[in-house]
């Protein structure tokens, strides 16, 4: 089955860390670039970051460069998402995706049910 | 705010058909390919729409995409129940990153 597993969200204060990870199976991960994309409680998708199939170039949003770090580990089949200086408005369900390279760049066709992160005081 | 700009809701009733545009600019939706996803709700995001006006196997052929200029249209024919959700439009932008627009919240009366 194919499928994508986040895990690691939680509850942080402001300023704390996290580190997410994003489980992959069914499917061919090595081949494939991997992001992340977040959803506030009642708004819509915001693109956070993706990493290309072999780790060597990645891309951020500009509300979390310097701040989260995006890498993977292909050996084990797993991205992660390390974030660093939260804020409160990073509160989020975050989600992992896979883009099949037949898709195109976007073209996010696997999807992880996503991990609740809330940054509170 | 989102620099794709969708309206806010749309609405049909079953059979008919509906449209929702997503507009962007030069740097994104009119240089890059655009996307969409449907996501019901409770549930991730699923695509439903790629490189423009191009479907994924199993996604009704209900659905439609198009683009002109630094616009584009997602349409829906045959509306029903089950399409009711919300559609996020999604292009890559030339300043290296990606975009989603704020979303249609779809209505089936």
């Known amino acids: 089955e194919v499928q994508l597993v986040e895990s690691g969200g939680g509850l942080v204060q402001p300023g704390g860390s996290l580190r997410l990870s994003c489980a992959a199976s069914?499917?061919?991960?090595?081949?494939?670039?991997m992001h992340w994309v977040r959803q506030a409680p009642g708004k819509g998708l915001v693109w956070v970051s993706r990493v290309k199939s072999d780790g060597s170039s990645t891309d951020y949003a500009d509300s979390v460069k310097g701040r989260f770090t995006i890498s993977r580990d292909n050996a084990k089949n797993t991205l992660y998402l390390q974030m660093n200086s939260l804020r409160v408005d990073d509160t989020a369900v975050y989600y992992c995706?896979?883009?099949?390279?037949?898709?195109?760049?976007?073209?996010?066709?696997?999807w992880g049910k996503g991990t609740t992160v809330i940054v509170s005081s | 705010q989102s620099v794709l700009t969708q309206p806010p809701s749309a609405s049909g009733t079953p059979g008919q058909r509906v449209t929702m545009s997503c507009s962007g600019s030069s740097s994104n939706i009119g240089s890059n390919y655009v996307y969409w996803y449907q996501q019901l709700p409770g549930t991730a995001p699923k695509l439903v729409i790629y490189?423009?006006?191009q479907r994924p196997s199993g996604v009704p052929d209900r659905f439609s995409g198009s683009k002109s200029g630094t616009s584009a249209s997602l349409a829906i024919s045959g509306l029903r129940s089950e399409d009711e959700a919300d559609y996020y439009c999604?292009?890559?932008?030339?300043?290296?990153?990606?975009?989603f627009g704020g979303g249609t919240k779809l209505t089936v009366l």
């Open positions: 069914g499917f061919s991960f090595t081949n494939n670039w």
């Open positions: 999604a292009a890559w932008d030339d300043n290296l990153s990606a975009l």
């Open positions: 490189r423009d006006n």
């Open positions: 995706a896979s883009v099949t390279l037949w898709f195109g760049e976007l073209g996010m066709d696997v």
